[in-house]
């Protein structure tokens, strides 16, 4: 069946830079110092790259970082919690914007 | 692999693809490589295929049925080789060399012949001859390789077997009671790390000291290294990538994280393996694959020493594993 995302897109990613090569290549050089090893390891990072890519629901990176994560030394035991910190992040944005809609509610209600 | 590589060369791993390897040879000739014997340092001894796991990634098909097992005509062949040769490392591998009836006598014979005894262990093996194998290992300073793949109890039992990680750090105390692994002890006690499943293993280092900090925290566990190793195409781990659909995939990485400056320290360069029979190979791999070192079926009894420097290694595409990231040594 026909998708938006195909697995074999992902490798094409590099073919972004084919029209503006130096904003690409700018993206790329600070794509990959952010994930270098610093005060947190590459490990960390691929943990906490995994949950960002549920967050934004992108197909590529979450195959892509849970790739990375297994291969930095990452179980799914971790994986599964890196997961379910975003999930609750997520929710509990939703449920935190709860106070505008009491503030408003109670503004206007009697 | 940079982070650039993470996101642009990822492999998918849920579909089955076809894949024309380049073979192994043609990539190393397209880097102006050759891949020949240097001076033979270490003799790998492969006691037999009979193990009481059935590891899922294991090259061999070792299990507990099977029956190639080392006689004793054989060892006394392995063990005048040895003496003929003058190897700085002997390697005791199987299976699960544990099993063997024969291993006290072998490191008893081989011990006066070679600096360092090592012995490769799956843990489980060694619990249940732990009590018959222990004083002949103290006494010998034999160096334990043990495996011990993944921090996390599902992974190690999902690879390994059912409870085996709840073994493996049980005996990996009682070592540790015993002094291997143990600082001043002068017993060594090394683990092994490898993928469960198909992907890559991770940097040797960084994971050493993490293992240093967990198994200490959490099981106040000591070793001395740590060896992180990729899984081999082969056996019954090759059965498995074909059944669940990775192995194209697999291949591909392997193939895609080519590193040709790991070719100089390849293992099988310095290694020779004897298989359960008395055959020489270049290593155990190829031990897997019936790849006879010089492509011919040589006998121990007939070899009048270590192999010629100089001499091609027998290669083929799971070669890949070892040249892959930062090498197999």
Not at chain 2, 298 to 325: F, K, L, N, W
Request: aromatic share 8%; net charge neutral; proline share 6%.
């Amino acid at each position: 069946m026909e998708t938006y995302y195909k697995p074999e897109d992902l490798p094409k990613f590099e073919e972004i830079g084919e029209e503006a090569p130096q904003l690409a290549h700018k993206f790329f050089e600070y794509y990959n110092a952010v994930f270098a090893d610093g005060e947190l390891t590459e490990r960390e990072k691929a943990l906490i790259a995994l949950a960002v890519a549920h967050a934004v629901q992108c197909p590529y990176c979450i195959d892509a970082y849970t790739q990375a994560c297994l291969e930095k030394g990452s179980n799914m035991a971790e994986m599964t919690e890196a997961v379910h910190v975003v999930t609750a992040i997520r929710g509990g944005a939703s449920l935190v914007h709860g106070v505008q809609m009491r503030n408003i509610g109670r503004k206007l209600s009697m | 692999m940079d982070v650039q590589t993470t996101i642009t060369k990822p492999v998918p791993s849920s579909a089955q693809r076809t894949i024309d390897v380049m073979p192994f040879r043609s990539t190393l000739a397209q880097h102006h490589l050759e891949l020949v014997r240097a001076p033979t340092h270490t003799l790998q001894i492969n006691l037999g295929f009979l193990c009481n796991q059935t590891c899922r990634h294991c090259h061999l098909d070792a299990g507990p049925g099977r029956k190639e097992n080392m006689d004793s005509d054989t060892l006394n062949a392995v063990v005048a080789y040895a003496q003929r040769s003058h190897f700085e490392n002997i390697d005791i591998t199987g299976g699960a060399p544990e099993l063997s009836p024969l291993l006290p006598d072998l490191i008893e014979s081989v011990s006066p012949l070679a600096p360092k005894i090592m012995l490769r262990s799956n843990l489980s093996a060694l619990k249940k001859n732990m009590r018959r194998l222990i004083d002949v290992f103290k006494s010998h300073r034999v160096v334990i390789v043990a495996s011990f793949p993944s921090l996390n109890v599902t992974q190690t039992d999902s690879q390994r077997g059912e409870g085996i990680f709840e073994k493996s750090i049980t005996v990996l105390q009682e070592l540790n009671t015993i002094g291997y692994g143990r600082s001043g002890s002068g017993l060594e006690l090394n683990l092994v790390v490898n993928p469960t499943g198909a992907f890559l293993p991770p940097d040797q280092e960084k994971t050493e000291k993490r293992y240093h900090q967990i198994l200490k925290k959490k099981w106040n566990l000591t070793f001395n290294r740590l060896f992180s190793f990729a899984n081999v195409p082969l056996g019954r781990f090759r059965q498995w990538l074909i059944k669940s659909g990775n192995f194209a995939g697999y291949m591909q990485k392997l193939v895609s994280n080519f590193n040709p400056c790991a070719v100089e320290g390849l293992m099988c360069r310095t290694l020779v393996s004897i298989s359960w029979d008395g055959y020489l190979y270049d290593c155990d791999f190829n031990l897997a694959k019936d790849l006879y070192m010089g492509g011919k079926k040589i006998h121990v009894s007939e070899m009048p020493g270590p192999p010629q420097p100089g001499t091609p290694i027998m290669a083929a595409d799971h070669c890949y594993t070892c040249a892959a990231g930062s090498g197999f040594t």
